[in-house]
């Protein structure tokens, strides 16, 4: 039963041309995330919702933009990918804050051409 | 930064049980240590988790130092498909966010 859902799987974009990374969970969490995750590193947090709230990491740069337009699905946009923006992106769901589990999708890997 | 050490990488025979060492000194009293993994180019699984105690589920055990500045998770019994790298990760307590270290990659040999 698939729970945290990302589509596609893999996507492929050219320098600058803006992008949308989708995902979607069938599990009512209130909590969702994103996360870039570059070749042989650890995840890397951008941001998460809790619930509409949007949370951005300090570090997250402006090119990264993101929307949660109901429960199920959040969107990452980038909006003029670069070269360094290749990455596995992955998106995690949790119930709530104080709940055991992250859930993560599959990730969608980003090529940047 | 990640509050958590691990070796690079391990190995381990298959049928074998693989004992995966966290450093965590600096963790704090309400931290809770974490155990995900992450089969190549495939989401992270979460494994495990604990805050003081030893915690046992249908995938792993994790044994927590009595000072809490180390842990081990344990694969009783290893099967090639646990080949993966692990991260032992501490929970920060005011928005429960994960802070992720490098992890060790663990190869289950035949």
């Known amino acids: 039963d698939a729970m945290v859902i990302q589509n596609p799987r893999y996507q492929v974009t050219q320098f600058g041309k803006p992008v949308t990374l989708s995902c979607s969970q069938t599990?009512?969490?209130?909590?969702m995330y994103w996360y870039q995750q570059k070749s042989s590193q650890a995840p890397k947090l951008l941001f998460h919702?809790?619930?509409?709230?949007?949370?951005n990491e300090a570090d997250t740069p402006d090119n990264f933009q993101s929307r949660r337009p109901n429960t199920s699905f959040c969107f990452l946009d980038i909006r003029s990918p670069g070269l360094g923006d290749a990455a596995m992106y992955l998106c995690?769901?949790?119930?709530?804050?104080?709940?055991?589990?992250?859930?993560f999708g599959p990730g969608t890997r980003l090529t940047v051409l | 930064d990640a509050k958590t050490t691990q070796p690079p990488s391990m190995d381990c025979a298959e049928g074998r049980a693989a004992n995966l060492p966290c450093n965590h000194s600096?963790?704090?009293?309400?931290?809770?240590v974490y155990w995900y993994r992450q089969i190549h180019s495939q989401g992270p699984q979460y494994i495990i988790h604990?805050?003081?105690?030893?915690e046992t589920n249908e995938m792993a055990s994790l044994i927590i130092t009595e000072d809490r500045k180390s842990s081990t998770l344990i694969l009783p019994h290893a099967t090639l498909r646990d080949t993966a790298v692990y991260y032992c990760?501490?929970?920060?307590?005011?928005?429960?966010?994960?802070?992720w270290g490098l992890g060790t990659s663990l190869a289950v040999n035949p």
């Open positions: 990760i501490a929970q920060t307590g005011n928005n429960r966010k994960l802070i």
């Open positions: 919702y809790y619930d509409k709230d949007f949370n």
């Open positions: 600096t963790i704090s009293g309400n931290e809770y």
């Open positions: 995690a769901s949790q119930r709530e804050w104080d709940t055991d589990t992250q859930y």
């Open positions: 604990g805050l003081k105690n030893n």
């Open positions: 599990l009512n969490h209130n909590v």
